[in-house]
């Protein structure tokens, strides 16, 4: 078997793994301190950094860098591009030092593989399916007005590893069926997979569509317009209102959906009204998708941290499973997602796009 490298990026922590194969042999999350992160300006600065720390975590583990056939990194915030695997390479790594699409520690996943790669001897190191992916229709993309453009940023990797799952656990090949896959964690995306291309998703970044731990979701737009211009918030404050102290934080507190669930279970009202709530705005979404996919719909897919929760799940299940059958994959395992492409690339099964 040859060893897979996975490098996945977070707002405080990285993770790395090891994989023989398809097997995890090696799984490490590594915790950055705020002082740790504060000394630097801009997420790229903190590079070196990270991958200095990932180097000496993997030899003082007794991981030979050598070994290692293969170098993913979580794919980031690059432009929209066509689902698939790609080379890490000039015009990417720019991209991911400027941010091309915006600011996130996964920027940072492409860089730090790059790097680790070259130094070990490879020829380049790879992402899969960022979150940039974008196979919209152009009628997804009308939002109403022609200063503003709908757009497609989601959990793609998880999306379309997911996807594949639930296809070979049914004898069927991801681009034979139509799905509805909702991820639910941080941010919840659903997506209407036609055929192996995520034809329309709620723009998950910023929070569109439902409300999640700690974002505010789709809000009344007049609302939200008074409270802009009431001179009582910041630009700052608005944006922290969208996504860090909306959703669950705003009502509850917290960003913590399993203490929502047991305040729930043990009587508490609101609790119990906010997991409905969310229950009853994650429906919807995967409502409007069946219609996109003009009821056609082979299955719903339930993945992410808060699939775990039974509770939840169920109250969605009542909404929903009329439209198909509700599979649940919980978990939010982007290790294993970047694995199973390594692999695919490994045994040429899957084409390498050139990011361009």
């Known amino acids: 078997m040859k060893k897979i490298l996975a490098i996945n990026p977070g707002a405080t922590s990285t993770k790395v793994a090891i994989f023989?194969?398809?097997e995890q042999v090696f799984l490490k999350n590594i915790k950055h301190s705020t002082e740790e992160l504060s000394q630097f300006d801009t997420i790229a600065d903190q590079y070196e950094f990270r991958k200095n720390i990932i180097t000496s975590t993997l030899e003082a583990e007794g991981i030979n860098l050598h070994d290692i056939s293969i170098v993913m990194g979580r794919g980031g915030l690059v432009k929209p591009l066509k689902s698939g695997v790609y080379k890490v390479n000039d015009l990417m790594l720019e991209h991911l030092k400027m941010g091309y699409s915006g600011q996130h520690a996964c920027n940072?996943?492409?860089?730090?593989?790059?790097?680790?790669?070259?130094?070990i001897g490879l020829e380049c190191a790879y992402i899969a399916d960022p979150v940039m992916v974008d196979e919209m229709h152009e009628i997804a993309r009308i939002s109403g007005h022609p200063m503003f453009e709908r757009?497609?940023?989601f959990h793609a990797l998880n999306h379309k590893a997911i996807g594949r799952m639930y296809a070979k656990d049914n004898g069927k090949r991801y681009e034979e069926l139509n799905l509805i896959i909702t991820h639910m964690g941080g941010g919840v995306s659903v997506g209407a997979h036609e055929k192996g291309k995520v034809i329309d998703v709620n723009q998950a970044l910023d929070g569109e569509g439902p409300f999640s731990p700690e974002r505010s979701g789709s809000l009344p737009m007049n609302q939200f317009l008074k409270a802009c211009f009431s001179g009582k918030y910041t630009q700052q404050d608005m944006q922290k209102m969208l996504v860090g102290q909306g959703g669950y934080v705003g009502y509850f507190g917290s960003n913590d959906a399993y203490?929502?669930?047991k305040a729930a279970i043990a009587g508490d009202s609101k609790a119990?009204?906010?997991?409905e709530a969310f229950a009853y705005q994650v429906a919807k979404q995967i409502g409007e998708n069946a219609c996109v996919l003009k009821g056609k719909v082979d299955a719903i897919i339930l993945t992410g941290g808060i699939a775990y929760g039974k509770p939840v799940v169920a109250r969605i299940k009542k909404y929903v499973e009329w439209i198909a059958?509700?599979?649940v994959y919980p978990g939010e395992d982007e290790m294993a997602a970047m694995a199973l492409n390594a692999n695919m690339i490994l045994n040429k099964e899957i084409e390498i796009q050139e990011y361009k």
Do not use: T
């Not at 119990?272 to 997991?275: A, C, R, T, Y």
């Open 272 to 275: 119990d009204l906010l997991e």
């Open 151 to 153: 757009q497609s940023i």
């Open 325 to 327: 059958p509700v599979a």
């Open 259 to 261: 203490a929502v669930e």
């Open 20 to 22: 023989d194969g398809n």
């Open 108 to 119: 940072l996943g492409g860089l730090i593989a790059d790097s680790i790669a070259k130094y």
